[in-house]
T-cell receptor
């Protein structure tokens, strides 16, 4: 079967750095997405990785290793507004998105 | 972000009611999706429309009936639902770019559905 694993919940301190991991086992690979979802709101697109390596976008970076079936989302200089759920999704060989259950990130002052 | 809108935002219905959810995208995309989001579970893809044709139907019960009259509008018709159907229903759209594109999906805010 196809599976995306990410931690259920993480806690971090304002101003710090946090890394949210995602591991996947899918039938084929055609890209990995990270989305942010605040409570009661729409998921919003953060990043897309299809090649190995690090993609940086301001305070957020996403890393991919296809050989290890592994990605992480790195958030720097954490702000209270970063408290949200972070969803990892992988597009498989049929171009279907397989979603993780999301990681709820709690930021403390 | 108002690229994808959904109405209503909240809906409470009895098991014998018939209601419809509406989604509209203003991004010029050619594909639209319905997802179900339950607490602490992965997003469940329900239906996919590409160029107004249904291309995916993931074993969804017949009490959910989608309709896509044009590339900007998507409906989900609901009838004789069960309490376990209570969830957040999300609509998304993307531009199908074939093998070369990321086909990033953009989501609406969702309809919070409660079935009594």
């Amino acid at each position: 079967g196809q599976n995306i694993d990410q931690p259920t919940e993480m806690t971090a301190t304002e101003g710090a750095i946090v890394q949210i991991n995602c591991t996947y086992q899918t039938s084929g690979f055609n890209g990995l997405f990270w989305y942010q979802q605040h409570a009661g709101e729409a998921p919003t697109f953060l990043s897309y990785n299809v090649l190995d390596g690090l993609e940086e976008k301001g305070r957020f970076s996403s890393f991919l290793s296809r050989s290890k079936g592994y990605s992480y989302l790195l958030l720097k200089e954490l702000q209270m507004k970063d408290s949200a759920s972070y969803l990892c999704a992988v597009r498989d060989s049929n171009y279907q998105l397989i979603w993780g259950a999301g990681t709820k990130l709690i930021i403390k002052p | 972000e108002t690229g994808v809108t959904q109405t209503p935002r909240h809906l409470v219905m009895g098991m014998t009611n018939k209601k419809s959810l509406k989604c509209e995208q203003h991004l010029g995309h050619n594909a639209m999706y319905w997802y179900k989001q339950s607490a602490k579970k992965p997003l469940e893809l329900m239906f996919v429309y590409s160029l107004e044709e249904r291309v995916e139907n993931n074993s969804v019960p017949s009490r959910f009936s989608p309709e896509c009259p044009n590339s900007s509008h998507l409906f989900l018709h609901l009838h004789t639902l069960q309490p376990e159907d209570s969830a957040l229903y999300l609509c998304a759209s993307s531009q199908d770019e074939g093998l070369a594109g990321s086909d990033t999906q953009y989501f609406g805010p969702g309809t919070r559905l409660t079935v009594l």
